[in-house]
T-cell receptor
Framework: DTGVSQDPRHKITKRGQNVTFRCDPISEHNRLYWYRQTLGQGPEFLTYFQNEAQLEKSRLLSDRFSAERPKGSFSTLEIQRTEQGDSAMYLC????????????FGPGTRLTVT | AQKITQTQPGMFVQEKEAVTLDCTYDTSDPSYGLFWYKQPSSGEMIFLIYQGSYDQQNATEGRYSLNFQKARKSANLVISASQLGDSAMYFCAMGAYNTDKLIFGTGTRLQVFP
């Protein structure tokens, strides 16, 4: 059983470009989460899916951000027209259902916008 | 609104000694879960321990135990027999029953010295 994987691990882009990140959850997990972590802070919730349905979005997720989870498996997070303030670590997590619902995180994608 | 407070930016402990990392929380939800995660310099968030709000006993996982005091709204992490590999950032987090997102504190950097 493999853990949560994310691709790419690092991304450097110029301001105004679009970027897309991918997350592959633990195979039997039907819930998938995206968080953003800036330096010196804890992760902040962005959005979450149960299967293919996007059930909650944070107000942090501006119109430039979009997330999808087609077929309820992997997920993508796209940022359009990147800004320097988007520079952060983007973390993906997954969890199962029922009872305790600890989330298991991937290694993250570090985005640097120049 | 939910909130997690970690008041210790940094802690030092000698190898083989025990250390307590503080966490207080605020929520109006009657049902919630409390989590601790470890984040080494590599960046991945590693799940350590979970405590449900209705659990009668404090949670333990190997060298980790959670000192849960519901009336004081505190959920301190105790690491026994510290090891050099325990040096990392530690985050306390909370999830409520009606939402799957986790709210994180700002973290405590633990350094274990020989």
């Amino acid at each position: 059983d493999t853990g949560v994987s994310q691709d790419p691990r690092h991304k450097i882009t110029k301001r105004g470009q679009n970027v897309t990140f991918r997350c592959d959850p633990i195979s039997e997990h039907n819930r998938l989460y995206w968080y953003r972590q800036t330096l010196g802070q804890g992760p902040e919730f962005l959005t979450y899916f149960q299967n293919e349905a996007q059930l909650e979005k944070s107000r942090l997720l501006s119109d430039r951000f979009s997330a999808e989870r087609p077929k309820g498996s992997f997920s993508t997070l796209e940022i359009q027209r990147t800004e320097q303030g988007d520079s952060a670590m983007y973390l993906c997590a997954s969890s199962g259902t029922g009872g305790r619902y600890e989330q298991y995180f991937g290694p993250g994608t570090r985005l640097t916008v120049t | 609104a939910q909130k997690i407070t970690q008041t210790q930016p940094g802690m030092f402990v000698q190898e083989k000694e025990a250390v307590t990392l503080d966490c207080t929380y605020d929520t109006s939800d009657p049902s919630y879960g409390l989590f601790w995660y470890k984040q080494p310099s590599s960046g991945e968030m590693i799940f350590l321990i979970y405590q449900g709000s209705y659990d009668q006993q404090n949670a333990t996982e190997g060298r980790y135990s959670l000192n849960f005091q519901k009336a004081r709204k505190s959920a301190n992490l105790v690491i026994s027999a510290s090891q050099l590999g325990d040096s990392a950032m530690y985050f306390c987090a909370m999830g409520a029953y009606n939402t799957d997102k986790l709210i994180f504190g700002t973290g405590t950097r633990l350094q274990v010295f020989p």
